[in-house]
């Protein structure tokens, strides 16, 4: 039998952040210093409090799905951040949770613009 790929799926071009990933990485090399805006992949480790509640949720069974918004309890801990760290309040109902840059940036526009508009980002 002889697969092949869709058409939708042979025409995808291939992703610009990744593109802008390694002209960043291809720049430093050459010793530029630049600030990137690819790939959201952080230049550091996990800090260690993270990994631990990570293993915490796991040993307790916390290995579901979650609401996409975030649960209750991060969206509070999200406004209570905001509180503690700039002086803001907000609701958690004021608050989504979100898997990544690109997901919230779409979120936004699909949310506030209309077919046709011009968006500058």
Known sequence: ????LSSRAASLAPSLTLAISAKAKEL???????IGFGAGEP??????HIKDAAAQA?????????PSSG???LRQA??????RDYGVEYEPS???VNCGGKHSCFNVIYATCEAGDEVII
Not at 1 to 4: P, R
Not at 43 to 48: I, V
């Open 28 to 34: 430093r090399a050459k010793g530029e210093d630049v």
């Open 71 to 73: 649960t209750p309890e």
């Open 58 to 66: 796991l040993a307790d069974g916390f290995t579901k799905y979650t």
């Open 78 to 83: 999200v406004a209570d951040k905001f509180q």
């Open 94 to 96: 004021q608050i989504i």
């Open 1 to 4: 039998m002889d697969y092949s």
């Open 43 to 48: 230049d550091f480790d996990t800090p260690q």
